[in-house]
């Protein structure tokens, strides 16, 4: 089946500075993916959704200036959490339908961030 | 989007059956029903999907009666590693890529 990759798996990083997490479709093209984000013991909260080549559609809540998604081509896209505080601490996970819209929806393995 | 309700834990025994039942009240004609398993610290994924009736695949069955005001996901003789939490998905379909929204969960816990 086809395969959503995250990258980097978990990261560290200092309060202040910013971290970029890459969603790639392994095999197949994906116009338009997800990004979500986890706290411990809840459900994924959807941020956004990323269209290729055009800007992001942000959720209700989420600031777009903090959470930049860039969707450059057909099989990456990537979400730069700007000035990261410890409250951005989180499990950040994307998807990408393969076809159509009704298609199943496949999930990356999940970016675990912690702000120090 | 129809709004989910799922029961917020379960607790079955190795080798039983598991029914875990989701309610989407407000399902409209286009949407189709999806769950998906997630294990922690992992991505959700996909266990089976339908729109109306019995749907099976080789790791769950997915029962949705004529209203589909609700549907039930049958998991066959659960194993301890069938432990994780499912979520029950209802998507509109848009025209373009339809989004997700994910509900609460089930968190199923299987044990000896």
């Known amino acids: 089946g086809a395969v959503v990759s995250q990258h980097p798996s978990w990261v560290i990083c200092k309060s202040g500075t910013s971290v970029k997490i890459e969603c790639r479709s392994l095999?197949?093209?994906?116009?338009?993916m997800f990004w979500y984000r986890q706290f411990p013991k809840q459900s994924l909260m959807l941020m956004a959704t990323?269209?290729?080549?055009?800007?992001?559609?942000?959720e209700q809540g989420v600031e777009k200036d903090k959470f930049l998604i860039n969707h450059a081509s057909l099989t990456l896209s990537t979400l730069t959490v700007t000035s990261a505080h410890p409250e951005d601490s989180s499990f950040y996970i994307c998807?990408?339908?393969?076809?159509?819209?009704?298609?199943?929806?496949?999930f990356g393995e999940g970016s675990r961030l912690t702000v120090l | 989007l129809a709004k989910t309700t799922q029961p917020i834990s379960m607790d079955s025994y190795e080798g039983q059956e598991v029914n875990i039942t989701c309610s989407h009240n407000?399902?409209?004609?286009?949407?189709?029903i999806t769950w998906y398993q997630q294990f922690p610290s992992q991505g959700p994924r996909f266990i089976i999907q339908?729109?109306?009736t019995k749907v099976t695949n080789e790791v769950a069955s997915l029962f949705i009666p004529a209203d589909r005001k609700s549907s039930t996901l049958s998991l066959p003789r659960v194993s301890l590693s069938d432990t994780a939490v499912y979520y029950c998905?209802?998507?509109?379909?848009?025209?373009?890529?339809?989004?997700?929204?994910f509900g609460t969960g089930t968190r199923l816990q299987v044990t000896l």
């Open positions: 998807s990408a339908r393969e076809q159509g819209d009704t298609g199943e929806l496949f």
């Open positions: 095999d197949f093209q994906a116009t338009t």
């Open positions: 990323s269209n290729e080549g055009s800007k992001a559609t942000y």
């Open positions: 407000n399902i409209a004609t286009n949407d189709y």
């Open positions: 339908g729109y109306k």
């Open positions: 998905l209802v998507a509109s379909s848009s025209g373009t890529a339809s989004k997700l929204t």
